[in-house]
């Protein structure tokens, strides 16, 4: 439940637009509502004694209401209609004159000449009328001055069948219309537009197709914002999960893989955007139909609609049962998903050497058995969904034939009007479609659960390096470095670095040499606060760098990688990329001072070549020259260059290494070589083995001494015989 609370609190800063949809559903619900309600008036009036068969018996009695017989009764009848002599058991008993026939006008009046054919007068006689038809009544008026004359042998007289409609109830009935004004307004429509059945049908349908037209324009409106209320909130749901996943240390990236992380911005947030979705657009206005359906029903019938409330907890144990099968096996597709894309990435990365080893077979298999797994824990929950749809389809027809049995059997009872069926009917039918498309809805909601899990677990998590609360901003560094006892491990209980004591300073050029796993570039990474040292400290200009702001500290520190990382973007914007207002003319600066100008300008678009993804249209050593210009366009008071010329060819090698020793003159610099060669002339040489410094002075004091920095020079320049080198090779151990 605190997901969801959550999920929802992404729209308040957009209340107003969530206003907006609220009230666009309600007018949607109303308006859906309305048009079947209309129903109702309209079929009470339609079968209000509509029928052709409308029949009226007529009886010759006398003073005391006895049949008499021997006087012959003669209408003159209208057109259509028909008069017959005779018995029908199922309306009247005895012999009787029956008028059958289609009414056309609302008040019938047929002439009915009635004769004396006795020998004798016959006093107090009299006909009676009864009309069967609903909603219809019939009445005989005798000739003024025939009451108690009697009628003489062979006398005539003619009286007038007059047959009326006759309301038996209102149309508008219920609580809403006896109240004052409504009730004027109710009698008005039944006298003015119901009375006549074909304005009746042609109001009411203009009235259906008005209604119609508003509610597709209010649900247009609401699906619209509904979708923009859905995107907005989880394009800043996004933005808020890259701002936590960028304040993140290496360390938490060193320990993750990528495919696992990128996989929280796709399927993680694509699944709570479909939750999200589902909130706004029917967990809003589907309720507020089937309480609007259920409303009309009850009015109209309340025990029926009370037994059709019967499906709403058995529709419940349904969503209880398939959603917790649908966050078990969501939550485990989505793991299996980040897998997948895991797999995906690093065949694309390493798509060269993929196709150098002939591993196609291998990175297929691979992604198939992801894919595969993915596909299992999906149909988990395809099977929990799928089997939701027919339950309620089940519960739903059963409910739909014991209304039609029992709303039946009032009709046949004269309990319900037609009208009243049928509305009640319709309402109860529209229940059931807004009920299936919550139950789509809730199984959207579990779905997303499972993402907004993932996706809130890297918002909330706390960065493991973070700034002191009472952290400054370092003033322009001058650039004096000192380690103080440094301890670091990655992992227990292996430490990577032990007890690192040193001091560089202010413009000293200091290279790192050392065998592999020696801790080089962790003590360079130490500088940057890329991690936080265990044990010790480090000092910039006498500051502890754990006291400075992170943004004050690395932004006077310029890193140089081994393998340089450009982006898909053009050559000016990756040098530019850590200075945002830097001018065209301080770029080509850069690139100059990198020895990178030479080959930009005859790129086909200059500075605005792109360089492709990871810089693949560059060659190695153009690339880590742009890498360079990007590091000397900060114009660093330290930098720092890790392994920056290993992977070169001689002539690139050389660029740099030109380069390097222009700009690193009055700057303090670390660099860490494997080759020997470009680090002769620093001024101070490291020499680390197993986390700790074991040896420091030049080039020449570190030869002299005949320690391990002699056995890695001597290792590398075995096969060369330069004089130079030979003359070294001479020097006394």
Known sequence: MKLYRRMLTYLWPYKWRVLQVLVLSVLTATLSIGSLGAMKPLFDTLFAGEDADLKVGLHVLDAEGHRLEGLRVRPRMPEGWRSKLGRDWRLFEDDTLVLEGFRKEAVITIPVTLKNRLNEPVSGVRLDADAVGKGWK????????SEGVPLLPQQEITAQLVITPERGHHLFTGGFWKKPGRREIADWLEDHVFANKFKALFVISALILITTLAKSLCFYSKSFWSNWLSKKSMTDLRQQLFNSLISQSVNYFDRRKSGFIISKFTNS???????????????VTEPLMVVGALTLAFSINFRLALIGMLIFPLNLLVILVTGKLIRRSQSRSLRERANMVQMLQRSIDGIRVVKAFVM????????AEANDQAFRYDMRGAKAKSMLQPVVEIFSAGFVIVFLLLGGVSVLRGEMSPGDFITFYAGMVACYSPIKKINNAVTEIQESV???????????????????PDAVPLAPLSGHLEFRNVSFHYEKPAPVLRDVSVDV??????????????????????????????????????VDIRRATLDSLRRQIGFVTQEPILFHDTVANNIAFGEKEATPEQIEIAARTAHAHEFIKDLPNGYDTVVGDRGVMMSGGQRQRIALARAIIRNPAILLLDEATSSLDTESERLIQDAMDKFVKGRTTLVIAHRLSTILHADRILVMEAGRVVESGSHQELLARGGLYRRLYEMQFRDEESPGVAADRRQPA
């Open 138 to 145: 019939a009445r005989v008026v005798m000739p003024e001055g």
């Open 360 to 367: 196609e077979d291998r990175a297929i298999e691979g992604f």
């Open 269 to 283: 947030l694509n699944q709570m955007q479909k939750g999200m979705t589902a909130i706004l657009s029917e967990i």
């Open 450 to 468: 499972s993402g907004a899990a993932d996706v809130f677990a890297e918002i909330d998590r706390v960065p493991e390096l973070q700034e002191a």
């Open 505 to 542: 300073k202010k413009g000293e050029f200091v290279a790192l040499v050392g065998p592999s796993g020696a801790g080089k570039s962790t003590l360079m990474n130490l500088i940057p606060r890329f991690y936080d040292v265990l044990e010790g400290g480090i000092e910039i200009d006498g």
